[in-house]
T-cell receptor, first 109, second 115 residues
């Protein structure tokens, strides 16, 4: 079956770095997405990886290893506004998005 | 990025009535639109996928006669919750994609409360 696993909750300190991991199993693979979702709002796009390696975009970076079925989202210089849920989603052979349950990130001062 | 507008953002309706939610792609042609629902503290659950001009494909367990989806044009899809019940209260989100390959853009979501 198709499955996405990511931690339920993580806590980090303002100004620090946090890495949110995601493992996936899909029928075919057409890329891995990361979305940020604040409570009560729709998700907003953060990153898309389809090739192995690290993609850096400002304070956020995303990594993909296709052979391991593994991705992570790296957030640097954490700010209080980064407190949100982070959703990992993999695109399968039909370009359907398989969603993880989301990781709630709590930032403490 | 592209803009997807979802309306209304919040709606309260009486049990037994129907509610229509609109999803519009404002600056691109959306060949595919997705409808999700999300319960508190849970991830997105895909309800159905609709392609312009054809019938929507519903996920297992989603009643197609209860959740009517129309994708009549490349910029508009609607979800109608018919004979709404309190258990239908949820956050409904649409997303739109052009070509279905990479990024899907999300609407703002609709908070439906059935009383």
């Amino acid at each position: 079956g198709q499955n996405i696993d990511q931690p339920t909750e993580m806590t980090a300190t303002e100004g620090a770095i946090v890495q949110i991991n995601c493992t996936y199993q899909t029928s075919g693979f057409n890329g891995l997405f990361w979305y940020q979702q604040h409570a009560g709002e729709a998700p907003t796009f953060l990153s898309y990886n389809v090739l192995d390696g690290l993609e850096e975009k400002g304070r956020f970076s995303s990594f993909l290893s296709r052979s391991k079925g593994y991705s992570y989202l790296l957030l640097k210089e954490l700010q209080m506004k980064d407190s949100a849920s982070y959703l990992c989603a993999a695109s399968d052979s039909n370009y359907q998005l398989i969603w993880g349950a989301g990781t709630k990130l709590i930032i403490k001062p | 990025g592209a803009v997807v507008s979802q309306h209304p953002s919040r709606v309260i309706c009486k049990s037994g009535t129907s509610v229509k939610i609109e999803c519009r792609s404002l600056d691109f042609q959306a060949t595919t639109m997705f409808w999700y629902r999300q319960f508190p503290k849970q991830s997105l659950m895909l309800m159905a996928t609709s392609n312009e001009g054809s019938k929507a494909t519903y996920e297992q367990g989603v009643e197609k006669d209860k959740f009517l989806i129309n994708h009549a044009s490349l910029t508009l899809s609607t979800l109608t919750v018919t004979s709404a019940h309190p258990e239908d209260s949820s956050f409904y989100i649409c997303s739109a994609a052009a070509g279905g390959i990479t990024e899907a853009f999300f609407g703002q979501g609709t908070r439906l409360t059935v009383v």
